[in-house]
């Protein structure tokens, strides 16, 4: 089976098929360092990390670089308002951000290269953009790339030149009377006192510093080589973010930049994007302190296809919260059936789910299907449980492809469950004592003991359990 992208160019869905060999080749747009990623940001990285896994899941191997942008307006205005130096700055976030990503069980990457790292590749891209026409000085001394000058222009987001009206650097209002065309972006931003204060580069072109642009240019070049298969980001990367990377990595090199282009819609909150400027946002650890799990958090952001917008609630995180409860619960059922059966039940319905999950996902990770298949089955083996026709070695067999999927899920709750302390396990045997002998007013008093300590019991065909409250 043959796994399928959208590509945003194209605006098709397409096989996808590695440039060298079998490893996907893979640059998405990490975050800006300058305070904690919201959930927004991370439903963009959620969804990378499960197409990683899907790509993974299919047999490819992927190489991948997700960079830090440590030098843009943001950044520097914080460094600058507290009188340090722009990697004391950012260094904090950086550290929240990869804390944030293991909380949500984002599997490292391969590459995660900072702006301030790459410097001399960026300069040497704009030296040879100079070189080839693409680029010009303008009188205040920044580089800016010509978008005349590359005839696709617009290709990606589909906007003809002449209609740009949209300002393609968002440059300040100043560096608007240096261009030749409000449409060119900038690539190298001279140093201005007044704003930049002790955050400034030497280069052949003067004392400043690059644009954000020009960052993902000269590292995903670097680092991954002069044509990647897949290139990804959150939809308002498109505009005009990817456009400009495209116009200056091929400028440079004459070659295809990337083969499929993968756009994330946004997480919104009352129906508008969720980001920092609308104050409209939860960072993760906002949400931990409510209570919920990395776990959850995860499963709401995946569980929804990328392509479409995604309205946060409250009530979503709880709906997560019991979709992952009712796996565990089949889960543990599962692992405690000791029994073996006579008829084999399980097979028949495990291969058609694991079929309808692998092509739900070839289709352009269609993951509303793959989790139906996963619910479907879980309906289907709570059913053979009930009418005791589950047997050990189909319980494996399902616990199995469970394992398997959670490779591209990374949500599923397959640890074991910590043994409950001593003293509770001896309570749960008084109860049992008690119900056999009858004497319910024992077996209450030990089931409100155990309440007490934070456990349920389950009265199961096995035989009562604990459940952690
Ligand atoms: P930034 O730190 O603003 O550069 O954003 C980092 C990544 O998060 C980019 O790929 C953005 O497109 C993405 N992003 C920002 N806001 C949202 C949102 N509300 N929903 C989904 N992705 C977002
Ligand atoms: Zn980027």
Redesign the pocket.
């Known amino acids: 089976m043959r796994l399928k992208l959208y590509n945003t160019e194209t605006r098709e869905k397409e096989e996808v098929v590695a440039k060298h060999a079998n490893q996907i080749r893979m640059y998405?747009?990490?975050?800006?360092?300058?305070a904690f990623?919201?959930?927004?940001?991370?439903?963009?990285?959620v969804f990378e990390d499960l197409l990683r896994r899907t790509l993974q899941f299919f047999g490819f191997s992927v190489e991948q670089a997700m960079n830090l942008?440590d030098i843009?307006d943001k950044t520097i205005r914080g460094a600058i308002a507290k009188k340090i130096a722009l990697n004391a700055y950012t260094e904090p976030y950086r550290i929240a951000f990869f804390e944030d990503m293991k909380t949500l069980s984002i599997q490292p990457v391969e590459h995660y290269p900072a702006a301030t790292a790459y410097i001399p590749e960026m300069i040497h891209l704009i030296e040879i953009l100079l070189k080839k026409g693409f680029a010009y000085k303008g009188d205040r001394g920044s580089i800016y790339y010509k978008i005349k000058q590359f005839p696709s222009y617009g290709r990606l987001s589909h906007l003809a030149l002449e209609d740009l009206k949209v300002n393609a650097s968002g440059a300040n209002e100043a560096d608007e009377y240096d261009k030749e065309n409000a449409s060119d972006f900038v690539l190298w931003k001279a140093y201005d006192p007044e704003c930049d204060h002790h955050i400034y580069w030497e280069s052949p072109f003067g004392r400043g510093r690059p644009g954000w642009h020009i960052e993902c240019s000269a590292m995903a070049m670097k680092l991954l080589g002069a044509s990647i298969d897949i290139h990804?980001?959150?939809?308002?990367?498109l505009f005009p973010h990817h456009e400009n990377e495209i116009a200056q990595s091929e400028g440079c090199t004459g070659c295809r930049f990337v083969r499929y282009w993968v756009?994330?819609?946004?997480?919104?909150v009352d129906h508008k994007?969720?980001?920092?400027s609308l104050g409209n946002?939860y960072t993760l650890r906002d949400l931990l302190h409510k209570g919920y799990t990395g776990q959850e958090v995860r499963y709401l952001l995946l569980s929804t296809h990328y392509r479409t917008q995604?309205n946060f609630q409250m009530a979503g995180l709880d709906a997560a919260r019991s979709s992952l409860q009712r796996i565990g619960d089949l889960i543990q059922r599962l692992r405690e059936i000791r029994t073996f059966s006579a008829a084999d039940y399980a097979t028949g319905p495990l291969e058609r789910a694991a079929l309808l999950f692998k092509t739900a996902l070839a289709d352009d990770l269609n993951i509303s299907s793959a989790l139906a298949a996963l619910f479907d089955l879980v309906r289907e083996l709570n059913a053979l449980c009930d009418e005791q026709k589950l047997g050990v070695q189909e319980a494996g067999k399902a616990l199995e492809l469970f394992k398997q999927w959670d490779a591209v899920l990374a949500v599923l709750p397959l640890q074991a469950p910590e043994e409950a302390p001593e003293e509770v396990r001896a309570l749960l045997e008084k109860r049992e004592e008690a119900r056999r002998q009858k004497n319910f007013s024992v077996s209450d008093a030990m089931r409100d003991a155990l309440l007490a300590r934070g456990y349920l019991i389950e009265d199961t065909p096995q035989g009562a359990r604990l459940k952690k409250r």
């Open positions: 998405t747009c990490g975050p800006t360092i300058y990623a919201h959930i927004g940001n991370f439903r963009t990285y942008t843009d990804c980001g959150g939809i308002d990367n756009h994330v819609e946004h997480l919104l994007k969720m980001s920092k946002f995604l």
